[in-house]
C-alpha cells in the first residue's frame, strides 16, 4: 500500500508494541520513518537506540524533539503509537501541535480505553485535530516485562485504521447517518423491553465510511460498545424507538447515505408507570403492547431520499424475508444476516451478510470481522450509487 507514516513512540511500548509495528507497516509498504522521544528516563530511545530505529524503518530516525514544520508536512498520516493519555497530552501542548495542525494531515493515536475519568474526554484531542483524525481506544494487555503492563488497541485493529484511512477517500464530501444498537422501551422506573444487539455491526459501518472521509451521524441505543473518536464521527445516544425516530428525522437533511443497523424495538408498553409495578402475590402481570413507529419503513416513501440501506435479521425463510423487506420498506439495498449461523448477528464480533437489491443477484459476503465486513458493504454502496 502506498503512504507515508511518520510514527511517534513512547516509553517501554517503543519496544514490545512499536517494533512489531514499524515492521508490519513496511510489509504492507509504506514508507515509514520514526520519531522516538529522547527525555532523560523511559523515554523510547532508552529502550530502542535511534540506529535501531534508523535499521528497522529503513529510514533516518530523528527524535521527536528535533522535528521540524516539513518532517510532519511530508507525511499522509501521523501514527503516534501506543500512547498514554498524559503523554498524548504534553505532546498536544507542544511545539508538535503547531506543526501538526499547520501540516493538516490525519492523526491516529492508539490510547488505552478510557475510563469514566472526565479530564481523558476525546473531545478535547479531536477538537484540535485535523479531519478524519481518530483516537483510537483499545484494552488488549501488553506486557512490558520488567516494567510492568500497559493497554492499548490490538495490533490488527491499529493495522486495519491505518489502512482504512490511507487506502481509501471515496466518501468525502458524503453525509451518511447511521442507526446502531437495540433501543430500550421503559414499562417502569426498573424495567424496560429491549434485544440483544450491542451497536457492534453499526459501530464498524460507522467507523469504516468516517474513516472512508464521510460526514457520520450515528444515531444509537443503550450500548456498552465503545464508540471510536473522529473528527468526522457524531454520535447521537438515544433510549427508545420514539426518540430514534425523532433523532433520524432531526438528521435527515443532505443525506448522501442512510444505513439503518438498529435493532429497533417493535413493540413498547402502551403506558409508562411512573413508580414501580408491585408485584401481587398470585396474580400475573398483563402488559399492553403498542407498535412503535418503523423508522427505516418512514424513510422509504420520502420523495427525495439518500441511498437507502436495511438491514434484516432473520432466523428462517433469510431470502424470502430480506426481498420482502426489500420491497415493503422501499430500500435500495437490505443486508440480511442469518441469526441462527454461529459467528452472526447479536453481539459478536464477526458476522455474514447476504445483500438484496431491486436489480442485481443476491450477493453473499463471506464470515468475517464487522469492522472489515463494514469496507466491503460501503464498496458495494459506492459501485451501486454510481
Ligand atoms: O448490534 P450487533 O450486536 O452488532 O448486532 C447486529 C444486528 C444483528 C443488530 C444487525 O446486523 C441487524 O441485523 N440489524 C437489524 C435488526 C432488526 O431489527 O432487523 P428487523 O428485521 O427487525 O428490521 C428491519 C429493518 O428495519 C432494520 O434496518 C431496522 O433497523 C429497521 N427498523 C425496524 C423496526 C423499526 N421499528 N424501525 C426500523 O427502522
Not at 232 to 255: F, I
Request: hydrophobic share 45%.
Amino acid at each position: 500500500m502506498a503512504g507515508r507514516i511518520l510514527i511517534i513512540v513512547d516509553g517501554p511500548a517503543a519496544l514490545t508494541y512499536g517494533t512489531p509495528m514499524v515492521t508490519a507497516l513496511r510489509q504492507r509498504k509504506y514508507t515509514v520513518q520514526v520519531a522516538p522521544t529522547a527525555y532523560p528516563g523511559p523515554s523510547a530511545t532508552a529502550f530502542v537506540s535511534e540506529l535501531a530505529w534508523t535499521t528497522l524503518s529503513g529510514h533516518p530516525c530523528k527524535t521527536i524533539e528535533t522535528l521540524d514544520a516539513e518532517a510532519f508536512r511530508q507525511q499522509d498520516l501521523i501514527l503516534l503509537a501506543p500512547v498514554s493519555h498524559q503523554v498524548l497530552d504534553i505532546f498536544l501542548r507542544g511545539k508538535a501541535l503547531e506543526y501538526l495542525q499547520a501540516a493538516g494531515k490525519p492523526v491516529l493515536a492508539a490510547v488505552p480505553r478510557l475510563s469514566s475519568d472526565p479530564q481523558e474526554d476525546p473531545t478535547e484531542f479531536l477538537a484540535k485535530m485535523p479531519p478524519r483524525s481518530i483516537l483510537l481506544q483499545g484494552d488488549t494487555l501488553l506486557d512490558l516485562g520488567a516494567m510492568g503492563t500497559l493497554k492499548a488497541p490490538s495490533l490488527e485493529a491499529l493495522l486495519l485504521t491505518v489502512d482504512s484511512i490511507l487506502s481509501k477517500n471515496d466518501l468525502a464530501g458524503k453525509r451518511v447517518l447511521i442507526t446502531a444498537g437495540p433501543t430500550a422501551e421503559d414499562i417502569d422506573p426498573v424495567r424496560f423491553l429491549t434485544n440483544r444487539s450491542s451497536g457492534k455491526m453499526g459501530i464498524a459501518l460507522a467507523t469504516a465510511a468516517a474513516l472512508r472521509g464521510a460526514e457520520v451521524q450515528l444515531v444509537h441505543g443503550p450500548i456498552q460498545t465503545t464508540v471510536p473518536a473522529l473528527t468526522n464521527l457524531h454520535a447521537v445516544p438515544v433510549r427508545s424507538a420514539e426518540e430514534m425516530h425523532h433523532a433520524v428525522l432531526e438528521c435527515w437533511t443532505n443525506l448522501d447515505i442512510a444505513i439503518l443497523a438498529a435493532a429497533v424495538a417493535d413493540f413498547r408498553p402502551d403506558h409508562y408507570a411512573p413508580q414501580k409495578i408491585k408485584k401481587v402475590d398470585g396474580q400475573a402481570l398483563i402488559l399492553n403492547l403498542r407498535r412503535t413507529p418503523d423508522i427505516l419503513a418512514e424513510l422509504g416513501t420520502f420523495e427525495t431520499r439518500p441511498f437507502l440501506v436495511g438491514f434484516a435479521a432473520e432466523s428462517d425463510d433469510v431470502e424470502v424475508n430480506a426481498l420482502l423487506k426489500l420491497r415493503k420498506k422501499h430500500c435500495d439495498l437490505i443486508c440480511a444476516n442469518d441469526i441462527r449461523k454461529p459467528g452472526c448477528g447479536f453481539a459478536v464480533d464477526t458476522n455474514q451478510i447476504t445483500l438484496y437489491s431491486p436489480e442485481e443477484a443476491p450477493l453473499h459476503l463471506p464470515l468475517k470481522p464487522k469492522r472489515e465486513l463494514a469496507d466491503d458493504i460501503l464498496n458495494e454502496i459506492v459501485r451501486r450509487m454510481k
